[in-house]
């Protein structure tokens, strides 16, 4: 019975990081006023990006900065279409998405010559933290996990601290709530935009590597599996706060574990894999208001 | 009239230009040679008759998904759910169309295809009426649902609906007398090679009667009427005593209809069932051949031709180069990108005009 | 420096309308100067290329004799500038605190709330202001705490000019007498004051000097002590238009339309109305004059149907129309809107189509109940052409954009102007249209009356009020605060008296002033 709480608690922690991750970052640029989408094609360049350098240098940790950067690129190159070129927000995400994916397979095909999966490559292991670990049931939840894990509640603590109290944080609401008010005082709107949107990049990047290296040891084509709308679901139900959207991660990573646990029973796996979606509509229909969205989210400036 | 034409054309043009050419810097990374990929590409799959007609087959759902993408956005509804209504059509079809054996097939199949256009109908309402009553973004509860109708066809299909399945991840076959057949099979039927492998049925002739309704819709009802002066000001429409909630669902409901079909060549004749995956991703490419065929009906059958192409001319490429098959979505979301900023990049070109010709005026004044 | 701010000869053009022409202004230093004018005459515009929200085309600018330019308001921060908006520059969700100091915080990573709480205390004391106002949220406010924020604002970083656009439009009377005691207070303690409005009584309070700008241009300088309302208001407005009156003729008909104590609430850019009651009869123009933003588009919009009134009654035509969405409306009721290209138009389509809004349906246009008869619409077209004497380039298949402003709102008049509304609304008809356009949209109206339909003019044109109406109603923070019924002897000076705010009690004494 411990084991079966220990395990699932672990599996959802282990699950629910890779929203937490993506989340968290995409939460940013959301705040500053632009639509971010993208996470599923971010997440999708940046684990193919951290295994193929994995392969090539047999370092898990540079492959982890590599796709960190590449996060970035990505984020700035969405950047650059919506905030400087005012395409629309929506229909970009869903292009650089797909874009993603066609380059990812493309690149599969092209570098390792197969259609599937890469081969296995050097990851990151788990780290065990000693004392905390040994604690009854609680440490095998939460302090036997990969060392992203942890990183990842820091971070979450981060973007909770750097949006409350501190200057960046403050300027990244205005901007995305009056974008017209912060230019009357000097806040240079776009750039502040830029920053946001290149730093949910990173964060996708990490989401991205901790899919590809650290829960796995490879690249499946198409392996985040729409992943990255889960994360977009658990911003929106997390109404844009960060405690929130951790908490809406951990759910849904609860979901997930829940479901290689249900198939042992009988009821439906579907049913349980539906339920994030679900519970999207659900809340946004009922229990997101306007005034939940940053005001002039989605409106270039 | 003709520089309207015109003017409106050219950012599609530029855009497929500017696509293509940044897929030949990838061909060439890759070692080979632009045009013959691209010769590949585009001339190949028309080389022969038997190649023409099977264009045709590949371009049907892409039509139809493109005019449902168009039908949508005509009312300035963003129908991003064209994939689970296409998924959801698809099985309900295959559903009815293994009910009744005695029934036929001119009664079977028209009733086969509206139960699937009810279906996606429906399908497409649910985020429609969620976001005129509750202000629900249509952005997300599209794409949530795409997700749970996959789903929900995965079940159904794992035995939930269909009690005996025959072959993993796909329903049975359907019965006989509600199958499309192909013009390979006419052929066959009527003792003639000529057609053999040719897989174009008939809901190719159905997608451009679709073609034409649509057209005729938006040009010669009052509804298309309204659906244009609704989704172009809603503000005007309203006080002028249209009822614009009402008009917006019913050109998602439209739209959910035709999605709901789009599907029907595959599901009534090619795979006389539904087969799990078949979808290469319609939903996404039905927005890309709405834009590119700036949104009228002739133009989306333009762009539908122009992305079929390069899909089956892929078959090509594949058996003689090591492009792998996925290069067409990278050239297809840049050519959607390249739209996408086609009225900055229209702005600057107009402001660079402007300096220039000010330059020129100022050497000479 | 005797000057705090010069402009020399500032221009400004958006496309091919000139909003400022060669504008001269100097500010004395430590004076109250008011830039007066109506709605459109470039007031904003100027102020927000002295800011650097805008670059001028043309002329310069000094501050304090030495030649500025700001290519943002940053800028314009730094060297001094202070602008408190018409539409506050605040975030509702965010606390008072959090407004203040967001572009101009202390810490270079880190926010130093504390800090800024201490700095800001000695301001928010000689404001009147409770410190636990620090972590309010905006949006819980009151207009006139939210006014005195943004002028912390300006303060706060240390701003010697701060300029006032149309600072009153949306404060209560009670939290007008207080916003002047603050700007006398201000100007006291060595601020320069620049004052943008078009309510001439306030002007007449508070101002030491007085800039009138019309279409663009500078059209007088006066100090204060030399000049009278009156005289103000007529280099404000200027334009005389052929003083056609109408015959007025005894109404003794029912009342075709009533409206009954309507409540709006007030809120941010909206005054409320204020149990707002007037009724019109069968086959009159009733005009309703007033300043821009007294209530008249709250107003506009219950007589619509897009919006609903907190409490009160509208009936039109015998049906109690109170909140019906306009799709269920069973009256008759035409309107002509003040915006045309969002309320009246579809932009992109053509003039056959523009016909047919919300007239689709019809019978005599359509055949086989879908399909649309070309053959009539066309026709209907031609005749509203001719009728009208729409100036077109094609025919009725020109887009209406490319037609010119009165030829647009030509279009809209021939399509409400059909046989079969008995009531028209007609708001602000003739704005931003040229001379000759404006004749004939007159003369359509009154034929309307000729005709026995009902008109309900709402309108900030005196003039224009003033040539069609019967009888006249005036509207002011939100209410009708006068109704003349015999208009014959009627004169403007007396009507704008009210619509500037002024009591009747009063105007027997200001009559006798003059």
Same mark, same amino acid.
């Given at each position: 019975?411990?084991?079966?709480?220990?395990?699932?608690?672990?599996?959802t922690?282990?699950?629910?990081?890779?929203?937490?991750?993506?989340?968290?970052?995409?939460?940013?640029?959301e705040?500053?006023?632009?639509?971010?989408?993208?996470?599923?094609?971010?997440?999708?360049?940046s684990?193919?990006?951290?295994?193929?350098?994995?392969?090539?240098?047999?370092?898990?940790?540079?492959?982890?900065?590599?796709?960190?950067?590449?996060?970035?690129?990505?984020?700035?190159?969405?950047?650059?279409?919506?905030?400087?070129?005012?395409?629309?927000?929506?229909?970009?995400?869903?292009?650089?998405?797909?874009?993603?994916?066609?380059?990812?397979? %493309?690149?599969?095909?092209?570098?390792?010559?197969?259609?599937?999966?890469?081969?296995?490559?050097?990851?990151?292991?788990?780290?065990?933290?000693?004392?905390?670990?040994?604690?009854?049931?609680?440490?095998?939840?939460?302090?036997?996990?990969?060392?992203?894990?942890?990183?990842?509640?820091?971070?979450?603590?981060?973007?909770?601290?750097?949006?409350?109290?501190?200057?960046?944080?403050?300027?990244?609401?205005?901007?995305?709530?009056n974008?017209?008010?912060?230019?009357?005082?000097?806040?240079n709107?776009?750039?502040?935009? %830029?920053?946001?949107?290149?730093?949910?990049?990173?964060?996708?990047?990490?989401?991205?590597? %901790?899919?590809?290296?650290?829960?796995?040891?490879?690249?499946?084509?198409?392996?985040?599996?729409?992943?990255?709308?889960?994360?977009?679901?658990?911003?929106?139900?997390?109404?844009?706060?960060?405690?929130?959207?951790?908490l809406?991660?951990?759910?849904?990573?609860?979901?997930e574990?829940?479901q290689?646990?249900?198939?042992?029973?009988?009821?439906?796996?579907?049913?349980?894999?539906?339920?994030?979606?679900?519970?999207?509509?659900?809340?946004?229909?009922?229990?997101?208001?306007?005034?939940?969205?940053?005001?002039?989210?989605?409106?270039?400036? | 009239?003709?520089?309207?034409?015109?003017?409106?054309?050219?950012?599609?043009?530029?855009?497929?230009?500017?696509?293509?050419?940044?897929?030949?810097?990838?061909?060439?990374?890759?070692?080979?040679?632009?045009?013959?990929?691209?010769?590949?590409?585009?001339?190949?799959?028309?080389?022969?008759?038997?190649?023409?007609?099977?264009?045709?087959?590949?371009?049907?759902?892409?039509?139809?998904?493109?005019?449902?993408?168009?039908?949508?956005?005509?009312?300035?509804?963003?129908?991003?759910?064209?994939?689970?209504?296409?998924?959801?059509?698809?099985?309900?079809?295959?559903?009815?169309?293994t009910?009744?054996?005695?029934?036929? /097939?001119?009664?079977?199949?028209?009733?086969?295809?509206?139960?699937?256009?009810?279906?996606?109908?429906? /399908?497409?309402?649910?985020?429609g009426?969620?976001?005129?009553?509750?202000?629900?973004?249509?952005?997300?509860?599209?794409?949530?649902?795409?997700?749970?109708?996959?789903?929900?066809?995965?079940?159904?299909?794992?035995?939930?609906?269909?009690?005996?399945?025959?072959?993993?991840?796909?329903?049975?076959?359907?019965?006989?007398?509600?199958?499309?057949?192909?013009?390979?099979?006419?052929?066959?039927? !009527?003792?003639?090679?000529?057609f053999?492998?040719?897989?174009?049925?008939?809901?190719?002739?159905?997608?451009?009667?679709?073609?034409?309704?649509?057209?005729?819709l938006?040009?010669?009802?009052?509804?298309?009427?309204?659906?244009?002066?609704?989704?172009?000001?809603?503000?005007?429409?309203?006080?002028?005593?249209? !009822?614009?909630?009402?008009?917006?669902?019913?050109?998602?409901?439209?739209?959910?209809?035709?999605?709901?079909i789009?599907?029907?060549?595959?599901?009534?004749?090619?795979?006389?069932?539904?087969?799990?995956?078949?979808?290469?991703?319609?939903?996404?490419?039905?927005?890309?051949?709405?834009?590119?065929?700036?949104? !009228?009906?002739?133009?989306?059958?333009?762009a539908?031709?122009?992305?079929?192409?390069?899909?089956?001319?892929?078959i090509?490429?594949?058996?003689?180069?090591?492009?792998?098959?996925?290069?067409?979505?990278?050239?297809?979301?840049?050519?959607?990108?390249?739209?996408?900023?086609?009225?900055?990049?229209?702005?600057r /070109?107009?402001?660079?005009?402007?300096?220039?010709?000010?330059?020129?005026?100022?050497?000479?004044? | 420096?005797?000057y705090?701010?010069?402009?020399?000869?500032?221009?400004?053009?958006?496309?091919?309308?000139?909003?400022?022409?060669?504008?001269?202004?100097?500010? #004395?230093?430590?004076?109250?100067?008011?830039?007066?004018?109506?709605?459109?005459?470039?007031?904003?515009?100027?102020?927000?290329?002295?800011?650097?929200?805008?670059?001028?085309?043309?002329?310069?600018?000094?501050?304090?004799?030495?030649?500025?330019?700001?290519?943002?308001?940053?800028?314009?921060?730094?060297?001094?500038?202070?602008?408190?908006?018409?539409?506050?520059?605040?975030?509702?969700v965010?606390?008072?605190?959090?407004?203040?100091i967001?572009?101009?915080?202390?810490?270079?990573?880190?926010?130093?709330?504390?800090?800024?709480?201490?700095?800001?205390?000695?301001?928010?004391?000689?404001?009147?202001?409770s410190?636990?106002?620090?972590?309010?949220?905006?949006?819980?406010?009151?207009?006139?705490?939210?006014?005195?924020?943004?002028?912390?604002?300006?303060?706060? #970083?240390?701003?010697?000019?701060?300029?006032?656009?149309?600072?009153?439009?949306?404060?209560?009377?009670?939290?007008?007498?207080?916003?002047?005691?603050?700007? #006398?207070?201000?100007?006291?303690?060595?601020?320069?004051?620049?004052?943008?409005?078009?309510?001439?009584?306030?002007?007449?309070?508070?101002?030491?000097?007085?800039?009138?700008?019309?279409?663009?241009?500078?059209?007088?300088?006066?100090?204060?002590?030399?000049?009278?309302?009156?005289?103000?208001?007529?280099?404000?407005?200027?334009?005389?238009?052929?003083?056609?009156?109408?015959?007025?003729?005894?109404?003794?008909?029912?009342?075709?339309?009533?409206?009954?104590?309507?409540?709006?609430?007030?809120?941010?850019g909206?005054?409320?109305?204020?149990?707002?009651?007037?009724?019109?009869?069968?086959?009159?123009?009733?005009?309703?004059?007033?300043?821009?933003?007294?209530?008249?588009?709250?107003?506009?919009?219950?007589?619509?149907?897009?919006?609903?009134?907190?409490?009160?009654?509208?009936?039109?035509?015998?049906?109690?129309?109170?909140?019906?969405p306009?799709?269920?409306?069973?009256?008759?009721?035409?309107?002509?809107?003040?915006?045309?290209?969002?309320?009246?138009?579809?932009?992109?389509?053509?003039?056959?189509?523009?016909?047919?809004?919300?007239?689709?349906?019809?019978?005599?246009?359509?055949?086989?109940?879908?399909?649309?008869?070309?053959?009539?619409?066309?026709?209907?077209?031609?005749?509203?052409?001719?009728?009208?004497?729409?100036?077109?380039?094609?025919?009725?298949s020109d887009?209406?954009?490319?037609?010119?402003?009165g030829?647009?709102?030509?279009?809209?008049?021939?399509?409400?102007?059909?046989?079969?509304?008995?009531?028209i609304?007609?708001?602000?008809?003739?704005?931003g249209?040229?001379?000759?356009?404006?004749?004939?949209?007159?003369?359509?109206?009154?034929?309307?009356?000729?005709k026995?339909k009902?008109?309900?003019?709402?309108?900030?044109?005196?003039?224009?009020?003033?040539?069609?109406?019967?009888?006249?109603?005036?509207?002011?923070?939100?209410?009708?605060?006068?109704?003349?019924?015999?208009?014959?002897?009627?004169?403007?000076?007396?009507?704008?008296?009210?619509?500037?705010?002024?009591?009747?009690?009063?105007?027997?004494?200001?009559?006798?002033?003059?």
């Amino acid at each position: 019975m411990i084991d079966i709480i220990e395990s699932i608690g672990a599996s959802t922690i282990r699950m629910a990081m890779i929203y937490m991750l993506a989340a968290t970052g995409s939460n940013m640029a959301e705040k500053s006023g632009i639509l971010n989408l993208t996470i599923e094609g971010n997440m999708l360049v940046s684990a193919f990006t951290a295994v193929v350098i994995s392969y090539f240098t047999g370092s898990p940790l540079v492959a982890l900065v590599g796709a960190i950067m590449v996060g970035m690129i990505f984020g700035a190159f969405y950047g650059l279409l919506v905030i400087t070129g005012k395409a629309d927000q929506m229909i970009s995400s869903l292009a650089l998405n797909m874009f993603a994916a066609g380059l990812t397979t %493309y690149m599969l095909i092209a570098v390792f010559g197969s259609a599937g999966a890469t081969p296995r490559v050097a990851a990151i292991p788990e780290l065990s933290i000693p004392v905390l670990s040994s604690i009854p049931i609680i440490g095998k939840i939460f302090f036997v996990q990969s060392p992203i894990v942890y990183a990842g509640f820091i971070l979450v603590g981060v973007a909770y601290y750097v949006l409350k109290h501190t200057k960046f944080g403050l300027r990244i609401i205005t901007v995305g709530e009056n974008p017209m008010a912060a230019s009357t005082v000097g806040i240079n709107v776009r750039r502040l935009r %830029y920053f946001a949107i290149i730093i949910a990049g990173a964060m996708g990047g990490i989401a991205g590597g %901790y899919l590809s290296i650290s829960l796995s040891s490879q690249f499946v084509k198409n392996m985040t599996a729409g992943r990255g709308y889960i994360a977009l679901s658990t911003v929106i139900i997390g109404k844009h706060k960060p405690i929130n959207i951790a908490l809406a991660a951990l759910l849904f990573g609860f979901c997930e574990a829940l479901q290689i646990r249900l198939q042992l029973l009988d009821v439906p796996t579907q049913f349980i894999q539906i339920i994030p979606y679900v519970v999207t509509v659900v809340v946004i229909t009922f229990f997101v208001g306007k005034d939940d969205n940053p005001s002039a989210i989605a409106q270039p400036f | 009239m003709n520089k309207n034409i015109i003017k409106s054309i050219a950012p599609s043009v530029v855009s497929v230009l500017a696509g293509l050419l940044i897929g030949a810097v990838i061909i060439l990374f890759n070692g080979e040679n632009p045009l013959s990929v691209y010769f590949a590409m585009l001339v190949q799959p028309l080389s022969s008759y038997k190649n023409i007609l099977n264009v045709l087959y590949v371009i049907t759902p892409l039509i139809m998904v493109g005019l449902a993408f168009v039908v949508a956005i005509n009312a300035d509804m963003i129908n991003l759910g064209l994939e689970g209504q296409l998924l959801l059509g698809g099985i309900a079809a295959t559903y009815v169309a293994t009910l009744f054996p005695a029934l036929p /097939w001119f009664i079977y199949i028209p009733m086969i295809m509206f139960c699937a256009m009810i279906v996606g109908a429906l /399908w497409a309402l649910l985020p429609g009426y969620l976001k005129l009553r509750f202000g629900a973004s249509e952005i997300v509860t599209c794409i949530m649902l795409n997700y749970v109708a996959q789903y929900m066809i995965n079940y159904i299909i794992s035995g939930g609906l269909f009690k005996h399945p025959d072959i993993a991840q796909r329903t049975p076959y359907i019965l006989d007398n509600a199958h499309f057949p192909s013009l390979s099979e006419i052929g066959m039927n !009527h003792g003639t090679k000529i057609f053999r492998g040719v897989q174009v049925n008939p809901m190719f002739l159905i997608a451009i009667v679709t073609v034409v309704l649509v057209y005729i819709l938006f040009t010669k009802t009052k509804w298309g009427y309204k659906i244009n002066a609704v989704g172009l000001n809603i503000k005007a429409s309203t006080a002028n005593r249209m !009822h614009s909630k009402k008009i917006m669902m019913l050109a998602m409901a439209l739209s959910g209809g035709i999605a709901g079909i789009s599907a029907m060549g595959e599901v009534l004749g090619t795979f006389n069932g539904f087969v799990e995956g078949f979808s290469p991703g319609y939903g996404f490419s039905g927005i890309s051949v709405a834009l590119l065929g700036r949104k !009228h009906p002739v133009g989306v059958v333009l762009a539908a031709l122009f992305f079929g192409l390069l899909n089956q001319g892929m078959i090509y490429v594949g058996a003689n180069t090591s492009i792998p098959k996925d290069f067409v979505k990278i050239i297809q979301t840049l050519i959607i990108i390249f739209i996408m900023i086609s009225p900055y990049l229209e702005e600057r /070109w107009n402001s660079y005009v402007k300096s220039r010709t000010k330059a020129r005026a100022g050497r000479l004044g | 420096m005797e000057y705090l701010l010069e402009l020399k000869n500032i221009t400004k053009r958006f496309g091919d309308l000139v909003a400022n022409d060669k504008i001269s202004i100097k500010i #004395r230093k430590g004076s109250i100067h008011s830039i007066v004018g109506e709605n459109g005459a470039g007031k904003s515009t100027l102020m927000n290329v002295v800011y650097g929200l805008l670059q001028p085309d043309d002329g310069e600018i000094l501050f304090d004799g030495k030649k500025v330019d700001f290519s943002s308001p940053l800028e314009a921060i730094d060297t001094g500038l202070g602008m408190i908006h018409q539409h506050f520059m605040l975030v509702p969700v965010m606390t008072v605190l959090d407004n203040i100091i967001m572009g101009y915080e202390i810490g270079s990573f880190k926010l130093n709330r504390k800090k800024s709480k201490e700095e800001l205390k000695p301001f928010f004391k000689s404001f009147g202001l409770s410190e636990d106002l620090f972590d309010t949220k905006m949006a819980d406010l009151s207009v006139g705490i939210q006014q005195k924020i943004e002028i912390i604002k300006a303060l706060y #970083r240390q701003a010697e000019l701060i300029i006032f656009d149309e600072p009153t439009a949306v404060l209560t009377p009670q939290e007008i007498k207080e916003f002047f005691v603050l700007v #006398r207070n201000l100007n006291n303690n060595g601020k320069t004051i620049i004052f943008i409005s078009h309510k001439l009584n306030e002007i007449m309070e508070i101002s030491d000097e007085i800039s009138v700008m019309r279409n663009g241009h500078l059209v007088g300088h006066v100090n204060k002590e030399d000049v009278t309302q009156d005289q103000l208001a007529k280099m404000m407005i200027g334009r005389d238009l052929s003083e056609q009156r109408i015959t007025y003729v005894e109404n003794n008909n029912e009342h075709v339309m009533e409206v009954t104590d309507l409540v709006t609430p007030v809120k941010l850019g909206s005054v409320g109305l204020k149990k707002l009651s007037f009724s019109v009869k069968k086959g009159e123009i009733f005009g309703v004059a007033g300043v821009t933003g007294n209530g008249q588009n709250e107003l506009v919009n219950i007589l619509v149907g897009i919006e609903k009134p907190l409490s009160g009654k509208v009936v039109v035509e015998g049906h109690d129309v109170t909140g019906v969405p306009p799709h269920k409306r069973t009256d008759s009721m035409a309107y002509i809107p003040e915006d045309r290209q969002s309320e009246g138009l579809v932009m992109p389509f053509t003039i056959r189509e523009n016909l047919l809004l919300g007239k689709v349906d019809l019978p005599q246009f359509i055949h086989h109940k879908i399909m649309l008869d070309f053959k009539n619409i066309d026709e209907n077209a031609n005749n509203a052409i001719k009728d009208y004497s729409i100036k077109v380039s094609k025919g009725p298949s020109d887009p209406v954009h490319s037609l010119s402003g009165g030829n647009q709102q030509k279009v809209i008049v021939a399509r409400e102007l059909s046989n079969d509304a008995r009531t028209i609304l007609a708001v602000n008809p003739t704005r931003g249209i040229d001379i000759g356009s404006i004749e004939y949209i007159h003369s359509c109206i009154l034929l309307e009356r000729e005709k026995g339909k009902t008109v309900l003019l709402v309108s900030n044109e005196l003039s224009e009020i003033m040539a069609l109406s019967d009888r006249v109603g005036v509207i002011h923070d939100g209410r009708i605060v006068k109704v003349f019924d015999n208009t014959d002897r009627l004169t403007k000076e007396e009507v704008g008296y009210y619509m500037l705010g002024g009591k009747e009690e009063d105007y027997a004494k200001e009559a006798a002033n003059v």
